[in-house]
């Protein structure tokens, strides 16, 4: 079998494949997803595993930024991941997941994430368990008491705001020194703005986008720089708690909506896990932001079976990483899934008693201080 990108003459076959992994999906759908993929496709970003001329499996990269603690960086996200059910359990997945990760290094993102179907394969070839999408379920009225002190100005948001949104999510994210959170690029936001099931509103340093598919309301995303605009976005979903009596929402662990309930005793949030790796060990730590008072210098070996590993020194002070590849055999053992999973701030304790770190650990109160993060994300792909 051979791997190749995918072009324009393969969507009718990569469709198929997606209706046999994830069941048939309405036409509307599939056209919105011939929309997406089209223009991307010259990019690289959408490859195959071919038997002959058969395709036999797919997977997409998707380009997102991505923040950790406030700092940008190029993210690739995975989507899309099928096998056709006949080649199934024979190593096709297996095989096209290490090109993936090869062609994510030869695009320049240094780190990728995916939301799993199941986790044995991603982790086989080292991602790991980093973050979540946390769903919580609340009363609409208790987000419509929420209201805001002084008036916000509030307008309907569409396509032509794709690049304000951009804009904003950069100046947020950044200022709250989020950790997990990703952002389309502008062209994909257009799409996903002119989507006419949603409802979609701005402010000058938030935005909310909402649904109402059912009896419950889902807010997909809410994003706020300011108390008066986080208010005024969750009274506006609030709103309609005459006739919506529920309210399924995205937000961070730490949303600070979450403080303004007035009851906040027994609440419903359900995960939908994230798996995150490392591409690109220097270049994934040197993009990262750190605690601008925190300082760390750490000798860490990192076995990677897909991408060759190394030992490398890790000098982290003033917010920012510098690593050089060094020769000494001391230092902390991690395998690439320890290290990804370091990389998203899960203690070092729990990392040794899981099995992905070991050796010395004299550097483990540094790293955990360094890499510290409650990563979330809002959006799910
Ligand atoms: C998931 C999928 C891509 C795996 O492809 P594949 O070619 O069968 O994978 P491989 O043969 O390389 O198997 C890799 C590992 O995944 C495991 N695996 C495969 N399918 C699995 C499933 N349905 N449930 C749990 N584990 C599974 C295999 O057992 C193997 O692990 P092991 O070596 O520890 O036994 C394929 O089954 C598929 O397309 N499924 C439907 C769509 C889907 O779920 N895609 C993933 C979206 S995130």
Not at 221 to 226: D, E, K, M, T
Not at 238 to 260: C, E, F, R, T, Y
Request: a negative charge; one cysteine or more.
């Amino acid at each position: 079998m051979d791997i190749r990108d995918v072009t324009p003459d393969d969507l009718d076959d990569v469709l198929d494949l997606r209706r046999r992994s994830f069941g048939p999906s309405p036409e509307a759908d599939k056209e919105r997803w011939r929309q997406a993929v089209l223009p991307v496709l010259g990019e690289g970003r959408y490859i195959g595993v071919f038997d002959g001329s058969r395709l036999a499996g797919a997977a997409r990269l998707r380009g997102f930024t991505q923040w950790w603690h406030g700092r940008p960086q190029p993210m690739a996200g995975i989507a899309g991941v099928t096998v056709g059910p006949e080649d199934r359990g024979r190593g096709v997945g297996t095989r096209l997941m290490r090109a993936v990760i090869r062609r994510g290094v030869a695009l320049g993102d240094a780190v990728s994430a995916l939301y799993p179907a199941t986790t044995p394969i991603y982790r086989s070839v080292g991602y790991e368990h980093a973050g979540a999408q946390h769903v919580v379920t609340l009363p609409a009225e208790a987000l419509r008491a929420i209201r805001p002190a002084t008036e916000v100005k509030v307008r309907r948001m569409g396509p032509a705001d794709a690049a304000e949104v951009v804009s904003l999510l950069h100046r947020v994210h950044g200022a709250a020194r989020a950790s997990g959170p990703a952002s389309w690029d502008v062209d994909t936001w257009r799409l996903w703005l002119g989507n006419p099931d949603d409802f979609l509103y701005l402010t000058e340093d938030g935005y909310v986008i909402y649904r109402w598919p059912g009896a419950d309301i889902e807010v997909d995303s809410l994003v706020a720089g300011s108390e008066e605009t986080l208010r005024t976005l969750w009274s506006l979903v609030g709103s309609g708690s005459s006739v919506a009596k529920q309210v399924l929402a995205s937000v961070a662990p730490d949303d600070p909506m979450l403080w303004l309930l007035r009851e906040w005793t027994r609440v419903e949030v359900r995960q939908v896990r994230w798996m995150f790796r490392v591409l690109d060990v220097a270049t994934a730590v040197e993009r990262r932001g750190y605690p601008e008072h925190v300082s760390c210098d750490a000798v860490v070996s990192v076995a990677d079976a897909v991408r060759g590993g190394g030992t490398w020194r890790l000098e982290i002070s003033g917010g920012s990483g510098a690593v050089t590849p060094v020769t000494s055999p001391d230092g902390v053992q991690l395998s690439v899934n320890g290290l990804s999973a370091l990389y998203a701030g899960i203690p070092s304790a729990t990392l040794r008693l899981s099995g992905l770190m070991s050796g010395d650990d004299r550097y483990d109160e540094a790293l955990d201080s360094a890499f510290a993060a409650k990563p979330y994300m809002l959006e799910h792909w």
